[in-house]
């Protein structure tokens, strides 16, 4: 993307976080990664009369430079921790999520916003106040709910009990402080209680498996019982391929918390392409979490809700034509939102 485009967009981004003037904004970066990124927003930064810096982090060390779930970069650098407590909001371009370091700032009053997908992404899926409010009334529903139930033509008929973690939104831009966003988003999520998960779920061609940034090609039957995945199996005249890798993947962290059931939520952006990783690379695959009406469930860590798994085995795996109820009341009926506020306006 053409640097200058790219400027304003995070300045349309940094104006909707409520930068001003008297505010401090640190840019985190790690390695050689998303230099322009920090450019940018150092740019929009000053735009808006706010003092920025820049934070760049010694490269990954793995062999292969990818994320590790929990890995900051900042575990034995307290003197960058310490820095960006102090500031009113860190710009992140190196995924903090569910690092101790991530949790430490937030605690501290800083607000966090995560930015590490491709610039042509974020340029489409601008946050906007419109969708913000959508997505709180899915919140105030989901926060207000003791069960939630999902089902699928494909046999996945599996029960969430709630009430024990708080309701998270994420709408792509963070103004409060103490919070943290993800730009692009667009979903609603909370965690069932840690023994209170039980059904079947059945993974169908076409769900999507992060972060393997992978679609599912052969139908996944996975058993839960008292919050935990009891058995993963290939689903009926199915090779076994996708159940056969989801096995794989959780078994070589050695760790059994890597089956514990984690978040759930749908997502609410119409905007976002369920196809999203037929055209971009490099990212996280938030626009697969935010496409309108997909229901996704989480498996393992829930520390970013206050729970005690902090295990380094994640997968998101938003689901489409599913249907979800909470309470019996059907919120995403086959894919599609019941409550018109929930819906785009032209929609409604």
Known sequence: MDQN????????????????????????????ERAEYADAFLWAIGKLGAQGFHLRLPAPTSASGAWAVGDSGLADNRLAVE??????MVVDCTFLLFSPEQFEIQAAGTR???????????????????????????AELLAKAQTMRITSPHGTDVTYKLGVYPTMSEYGYTDQPGRWDHWPAAFVFTGGADDG??????????????????????PVEITIEEGFIRDIRGGAGSSGLDADLLSSYIE???????????????????????????QFGGGMGMELRSFYGNVMFSIGPNNELGGPNDTACHFDIPMRGNSLYLDDELIVDAGELTVPEMRPVEQR
């Open 83 to 88: 820095a960006l407590k102090s500031v009113d």
């Open 197 to 218: 998960v039980d059904g079947k779920i059945v993974l169908a061609p076409g769900d999507v498996l992060l972060p393997f940034n992978t679609y599912v090609q052969t």
């Open 112 to 138: 966090i916003l995560t930015a590490v997908e491709p610039a042509p992404l974020l340029a489409r899926l601008m946050p906007t106040m419109e969708l913000r409010e959508r997505v709180e009334i899915g």
């Open 5 to 32: 485009l790219f400027n304003e967009i995070c300045l349309q981004q940094l104006t909707l976080s409520a930068v001003h003037e008297g505010e401090t904004v640190a840019v985190l970066t790690r390695g050689n």
């Open 252 to 278: 070589s962290f050695d760790d059994p918390r890597g089956y514990g059931m984690s978040h759930v939520g749908w997502g609410l952006d119409e905007r976002a392409h369920w196809h999203g990783l037929t």
